[in-house]
């Protein structure tokens, strides 16, 4: 298994998504949504765009070890 996205309520009356590893690093964390569909909605927009997403790198920085 690749990981899993894990639904919560945000204390506000809305909901929020994390991608969690398998290890249970939390690898994302998306915004906040005003419904649990919104919410899953978000899920299924990252589902569709991350597996093929360029990394656009605007830090300026060298990859190290440190920074990955």
Do not use: H, W
């Not at 290890?23 to 569709?48: D, H, M, S, W, Y």
């Amino acid at each position: 298994m690749a990981g899993r996205f894990i639904i919560s309520e945000d204390g506000q009356g809305g909901y929020r998504f994390a991608l969690v590893a398998n290890n249970g690093q939390t690898l994302a964390v998306g915004e906040g949504f005003p419904n649990k569909v919104a919410c899953v909605n978000g899920i299924e927009t990252v589902r569709r765009n991350a597996a093929d997403a360029p990394i656009d790198d605007q830090s300026g920085a060298e990859a190290t070890a440190e920074t990955g």
